[in-house]
Nanobody
Framework: QVQLVESGGGLVQAGGSLRLSCAAS????????MGWFRQAPGKEREFVAA????????YYAKSVKGRFTISRDNAKNTVYLQMNSLKPEDTAVYYC???????????????????WGQGTQVTVSS
């Protein structure tokens, strides 16, 4: 069983920054592929960013590439999402997810993630 707890969301003006954190339970965190997704009202949950077990590989959605950075600290069982140059269209509930299957280092498909956090709200005002 893996528990994921997100934090760091809030209200920020356009152009501002936020850093989200996701603390994970489990002794094998360093073997999990991790990802961030977001869901805006009335829309499907969409992929934002993913990171491999070691943190050596990352992948981003086109809409956030160059503005967001995913990272992880395996000693702290935590994955981060640094969000810069935020736009009103980034407003959503942000979720972190873990793929414990160890089959793929980078996971984009949300159906492949088997554990999810409760989400944290990010609101960007114009």
């Amino acid at each position: 069983q893996v528990q994921l707890v997100e934090s760091g969301g809030g209200l920020v003006q356009a152009g501002g920054s936020l850093r989200l954190s996701c603390a994970a339970s489990g002794r094998t965190f360093s073997s999990y592929a991790m990802g961030w997704f977001r869901q805006a009202p009335g829309k499907e949950r969409e992929f934002v960013a993913a990171i491999s077990w070691s943190g050596g590989s990352t992948y981003y959605a086109k809409s956030v590439k160059g503005r967001f950075t995913i990272s992880r600290d395996n000693a702290k069982n935590t994955v981060y999402l640094q969000m810069n140059s935020l736009k009103p269209e980034d407003t959503a509930v942000y979720y972190c997810a873990a793929d414990t299957s160890t089959m793929h280092p980078i996971v984009v498909n949300r159906e492949e993630y088997d554990y999810w956090g409760q989400g944290t709200q990010v609101t960007v005002s114009s």
